[in-house]
């Protein structure tokens, strides 16, 4: 029963709720007020910060996820052998992907990447003089909200070690008998049997990657010259600071909309390049 409360008055009717407030236009304090597809409407042809925050929320998904799985898949396959120490080098490096998106990393990352930082301070200790302003820059500061999601690749490096364990030992033995390379091994066997892994880590980062928020929220505030106004803080501005919680809604429905385009595109790529063990059977 309190699942059950909880899908209902946290997940269905808000769902809901939203979708027909897409369709009004709503200051949250007085009555709704049907307008049609107006909010759909000027979304498309009337606000260029719209998509300026979709370019720049897709920039930030396309190439932060890739680095991420492949950053994860390296510290994997490092950890592969286990030693004494290898359980608290997990648990260390997956620290971050459960502090990564609380404010207080967020202002410490802020604080980091400042002109008088500590990113700063380290390349002058290896001589190179530097008081680059990294969050007031158009073309750096989208980059340190891309180094802090490489950062927190500890939860797709357990699911590619778990997967790594699932690789039969036999056909790394049959291969060396047959003289293959670590090399060779890596994208003959590895990375094959591993790409049910990986089409799995992918919709996951993929998704949250679309759900971002707290990073631009508190890191940059979407500064500058909207460089980092990711798409989920523009929605919370239109919806609670700028009262337009109608057109609030449509835009969650129209993101909705290409999340599930993109996942769909995904499960649909997967026919030619996700292992299958039954198919080879």
């Known amino acids: 029963m309190p699942f059950i409360i909880g899908l209902f008055a946290f997940t269905l009717i808000p769902i809901i709720a939203s979708f027909a407030l897409s369709f009004t236009n709503y200051d949250i304090l007085s009555t709704p007020k049907f307008t049609g597809l107006d909010n759909y409407i000027r979304m498309f042809t009337q606000d260029p910060t719209f998509w300026k925050s979709f370019g720049v929320t897709f920039f930030y998904a396309i190439v932060s996820v890739p680095l991420k799985l492949i950053m994860a898949l390296m510290v994997a396959m490092f950890f592969q052998r286990t030693s004494r120490a290898t359980s608290v080098y997990r648990a260390v490096y997956y620290l971050p992907s459960i502090m990564g998106g609380s404010v207080a990393v967020a202002v410490l990352w802020r604080r980091m990447f400042a002109s008088d ?14 008081d680059i302003g990294w969050l007031s820059g158009t073309r750096t500061a989208i980059w340190t909200l891309i180094i802090l999601s490489v950062w927190q690749f500890g939860s797709s490096m357990l699911v590619f070690l778990a997967g790594l364990k699932q690789i039969p030992v036999t056909l790394y033995e049959a291969s060396r008998v047959d003289g293959c390379s670590r090399m060779k091994q890596f994208f003959k066997i590895t990375l094959p049997m591993l790409t049910p892994v990986i089409f799995f880590n992918l919709v996951q ?14 890191i940059t505030g979407g500064k500058p010259l909207n460089s980092t106004l990711f798409y989920t803080v523009y929605m919370y501005q239109r919806s609670f600071q700028y009262s337009e919680m109608g057109y609030g809604s449509a835009m969650a429905w129209f993101m909705l909309i290409v999340v599930a385009l993109l996942t769909v595109l995904i499960f649909r790529s997967s026919g030619s390049w996700v292992y299958r063990a039954s198919e080879e059977e």
């Open 205 to 218: 980062q993929t998704i949250n990657a679309f759900m971002a928020f707290t990073q631009s929220y508190v």
């Open 117 to 130: 930082g500590v990113i700063n301070s380290v390349l002058q200790q290896f001589g190179i003089a530097s």
